[in-house]
């Protein structure tokens, strides 16, 4: 039996082009789940139950959906390709979201699955702060409980 070796560099050769949209989006919802994270606990919020419901803003498939048009312009050719191979991936879709807001989500999310196994870590930053720019507003607005913040 053959075993196989992966190394970070053949995870990033090809990783647009021999991945399925699906790998992709799949690993990009981990990426921006930690993105998110990170940008939640960076702004001081400490209690899990506001940085969960906190999180809901930015990564529910209608959210996203939303904050993907702040990315659009500014995508190179090949992310715009990474993205329309992800939200042309065909699936079943949440109750919650539409058809529509789905296949946005996963675009969305095959791209940063992309730009993470690419190891294009500055440019994933870059797109997610225009990613949170769509939201601007949203989070500081927040009715946030005393004991949430340290």
Same mark, same amino acid.
């Given at each position: ?35 998110? +994270?990170?940008? =939640? ?11 969960? $419901? ?14 993907? !048009?702040?990315?659009?312009?500014? =995508?190179? !050719? $090949? !992310? =715009? ?5 992800? +939200? ?14 789905? +296949? ?12 993470? =196994? ?6 994933? !930053? $870059? ?24």
């Amino acid at each position: 039996m053959e075993t196989k070796t992966f190394s970070a560099s053949s995870f990033a050769r090809g990783a647009s082009s021999n991945r399925s949209p699906a790998a992709l989006a799949y690993l990009g919802d981990a990426v921006l789940e930690v993105m998110v +994270r990170k940008h =939640l606990v960076s702004q001081g919020f400490s209690n899990p139950g506001v940085l969960n $419901e906190l999180a809901k803003t930015f990564v529910t498939a209608p959210q996203q959906s939303i904050g993907v !048009e702040a990315l659009l312009p500014h =995508l190179t !050719e $090949e !992310e =715009l390709n990474c993205y329309k191979r992800g +939200r042309n991936e065909s699936g079943p879709h949440p109750k919650n979201a539409s058809v529509q807001e789905y +296949r946005r989500a996963t675009g969305l999310e095959a791209l940063f699955g992309w730009l993470n =196994l690419s190891n294009q870590t500055e440019r994933a !930053e $870059e797109l997610f702060s225009l990613y949170l720019s769509a939201f601007s507003g949203q989070s500081k607005g927040t009715p946030v409980p005393e004991d949430s913040l340290d």
